[in-house]
């Protein structure tokens, strides 16, 4: 079962989780980029390198999947898109405290979040990227 096909706002656990793995996933890959492309002048500093990109991502993915989740229940709208701006702000949010910038905060509070919603608005209504033009 994937995140699509469960219920909005029904099982935070299960939909966190899963945020959190494929979040996960992509702090792996891009903290094995980041070390391709800067390598670290020990192995030492490649772990701490990756523990931090992908604990980052993890933390991003659990953000998002718990806000998005928890604002379906408060608002009881499931459907609503603003559900996923709320998600992807907090997570942007916590990228600017991570920072210490308020200005990074910002704009991906805003960028995450209208990313989100654009994601969410584009899955109801059967939005591609990608295949075989609809007749």
Same mark, same amino acid.
């Given at each position: 079962? /994937? ?19 494929? !979040? =996960? ?9 980041? %070390? ?6 020990? $192995? %030492? ?17 659990? %953000?998002? /999947? %718990?806000?998005?989740?928890?604002? !379906? ?16 702000? !907090?997570? /942007? ?10 200005? =990074?905060? =910002? =704009? ?7 990313? !989100?919603?654009?994601?969410?608005? /584009? ?8 295949? $075989?033009?609809?007749?």
């Amino acid at each position: 079962m /994937g995140y699509w096909d469960m219920e909005e706002g029904k099982d935070c656990v299960e939909k966190t989780w899963l945020t959190t793995k494929l !979040a =996960t996933a992509v702090g792996l890959v891009g903290s094995a980029f980041h %070390i391709a492309a800067f390598r670290p002048d020990s $192995a %030492i500093q490649a772990v701490q390198r990756t523990a931090s990109g992908t604990i980052a991502m993890a933390s991003l993915g659990a %953000i998002f /999947g %718990i806000t998005t989740c928890l604002s !379906a229940q408060a608002r009881e709208a499931p459907d609503d898109p603003l559900n996923y701006f709320f998600g992807g702000c !907090a997570s /942007g949010i916590f990228l600017g405290v991570r920072t210490h910038s308020y200005m =990074t905060g =910002t =704009t991906a509070c805003v960028g995450l979040g209208v990313l !989100a919603a654009l994601t969410k608005v /584009g899955k109801k209504e059967g939005w591609r990227i990608s295949g $075989a033009p609809r007749l």
